[in-house]
């Protein structure tokens, strides 16, 4: 029975990438010249310390475009609220988001159900396996997921026939 798999997976070595590519950035610029600016990666956290909040609003900028340059989709990850950090400096955790979670899990395999297509649908942990006897009515629960405009960046791999 033909079936494909919907997961949620970031390439971690690009998110470094592109945080390396920031550092870079905030070390060259003239308007971070003296400043105490840092960018740091662990795990799946991204922290940010910036001077001021107007810096920190540019650092998010950069890293969004960076993680654009390195073809990472930069709906992966999920700005934290930024707090004070010691020393009037702001500091921001951003998680990078992996798997697809619960409630978008149900939220798909809802939306996918409404469409009336002959599919099953089964949450398998942080990914959804959607199976039909046809290869078209998989095709088309492909572009209904891509219709609903989620803004969590999905992947449609696993294609089987």
């Known amino acids: ?27 060259q610029r003239f308007d971070f010249k003296g400043s105490q600016c840092t960018i740091e990666r662990a795990e799946q956290i991204i922290t940010i310390l910036a001077d001021d909040d107007m810096k920190l609003r540019h650092m998010q900028e950069l890293l969004r475009v960076y ?48 469409t009336k297509l002959k599919i099953q649908i089964a949450i398998q942990g942080d990914e959804l396996r959607v199976s039909g ?10 572009a209904a997921v891509k219709a609903l405009g989620i803004e969590h960046p999905l992947q449609y791999v696993n294609f089987r026939s």
């Open 1 to 27: 029975m033909p079936s494909f798999d919907i997961v949620s997976r970031t390439d971690l070595q690009e998110v470094d990438n592109a945080v390396q590519g920031v550092k870079r950035e905030i070390a």
């Open 133 to 142: 006897k046809k290869l078209d009515e998989l095709q088309a629960a492909i």
């Open 67 to 114: 993680m654009t340059r390195r073809k990472t989709d930069p709906h992966a990850l999920s700005f934290g609220d930024p707090e004070r950090a010691a020393g009037n400096r702001v500091r921001q955790a951003v998680t990078i988001r992996q798997g697809v979670d619960r409630e978008l899990g149900k939220q798909i395999s809802q939306a996918l159900k409404e």
